[in-house]
């Protein structure tokens, strides 16, 4: 299997050029199967939860209570929550989505230079996966390496706009600080120790990286997606989203909710080793993004995975007689290969290690 991973099966498109070449149709490769097309189903309209942090670790007893059983009650039956006042600067937050942008908006000459391959996917890049023939995503990225801190590379980051380093530095160290914090909480809702998730994730040699997703206009947004339906692998994602255009819908009893975005607000949701290490409890749910023909959308994800050479399994304390572990022990290094060939295709990943425990 490693062997396929070494370079993509076809040419690579960049579908920023695409777009901006000003063609009223798009290419067969990117059209979905009418049922996975984003008219398929009526919308439903509801909010995902939006989450105050500010009293998370409030010495107000109950306070602090009535924060973590929000998060408890997003995780179990959503996967997804909005946090507002979670302490990061909203101007940073601006800055940093910003140059992004204007990365993206470097010729594309510039932006070459960090074309990824599959082996590790850092850099510029265009699909997920290497299936030959694969339908692909409207959708541009940068993928990079933020920790362990010997993975971390800022040669291989942007070194245009000029800024563009120091600010995946800076932003990089207060969404670290924001996911350790949710993390205790979550652990602490979970019934478990503050500090197991963390631990179990690796304490300091936790790995994280950024993928920050670039969606262009697209001609005929109604028969495509600008990210297939997928779960994150990982362990916990903090999402920034573009301020006024949405685009990211999460599934929530069979339908398919459009994230109105609260403005500063981060998206967090829970990844597969979330809710393998809880035993189920907590839900990696399943999301998507849609494109539309006025506005291009920049977002960036910020991964929190567990250290990639570790067994990831569910906590013991969550399993019981009346409820067994719904997994078996994994590496992260391991159940990330699934996406990183076949792409992003639903929850099957997670799905699949349940019934073949
Ligand atoms: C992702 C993702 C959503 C978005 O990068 O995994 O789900 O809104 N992104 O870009
Ligand atoms: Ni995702």
Redesign the pocket.
């Known amino acids: 299997m490693m062997n396929c991973l070494q370079s993509w099966p076809e040419p690579v498109v960049r579908v920023q050029s695409l777009s901006e070449s000003g063609i009223r149709a798009i290419p067969e490769r990117y059209i979905k199967p009418p049922s996975d097309r984003p008219g398929f189903e009526k919308q439903e309209h509801v909010d995902i939860p939006v989450v105050d942090l500010k009293n998370l670790f409030s010495h107000d007893h109950t306070l602090h209570e009535e924060t973590l059983k929000l998060i408890s009650s997003a995780c179990k039956e959503w996967g997804f929550f909005q946090a507002v006042n979670h302490g990061i600067s909203h101007e940073l937050m601006k800055r940093t989505r910003e140059v992004w942008r204007e990365f993206f908006n470097l010729p594309l000459e510039v932006k070459q230079e960090y074309a990824n391959a599959p082996t590790t996917y850092e850099g510029y890049g265009s699909r997920l996966g290497v299936q030959k023939g694969a339908i692909l995503d409207w959708s541009d990225y940068f993928f990079l390496h933020y920790l362990p801190v010997y993975l971390r590379n800022p040669s291989k980051w942007p070194s245009l706009p000029s800024s563009c380093r120091d600010l995946i530095s800076e932003y990089g160290a207060e969404v670290e600080k924001l996911c350790g914090r949710l993390l205790k909480a979550m652990s602490i809702s979970l019934g478990l120790k503050e500090d197991y998730l963390q631990n179990a994730f690796g304490g300091e040699d936790i790995g994280a990286c950024l993928?920050v997703?670039f969606y262009p206009k697209c001609p005929q947004p109604d028969l495509t997606l600008?990210?297939s339906s997928?779960s994150?692998p990982g362990g916990l994602?903090l999402?920034l989203?573009d301020h006024d255009v949405a685009?990211?819908q999460v599934r929530k009893n069979g339908k398919w909710i459009t994230v109105k975005p609260v403005p500063n607000a981060f998206i967090v949701n829970v990844g597969d080793q979330i809710q393998v290490m809880s035993n189920a409890i907590y839900k990696s749910v399943e999301?998507r993004?849609i494109v539309n023909s006025a506005k291009d959308r920049v977002?960036l994800?910020f991964f929190y995975n567990p250290k990639s050479d570790l067994l990831i399994e569910p906590a013991k304390e969550l399993v019981s007689e009346d409820r067994p572990a719904l997994y078996s022990p994994m590496t992260f290094d391991e159940y990330r290969l699934y996406i990183r060939t076949y792409g992003p295709c639903g929850k099957t990943q997670v799905e699949f290690s349940e019934s073949n425990r």
């Open positions: 993928r997703n600008g990210l997928h994150d994602t999402l989203p685009g990211l999301h993004v977002s994800a």
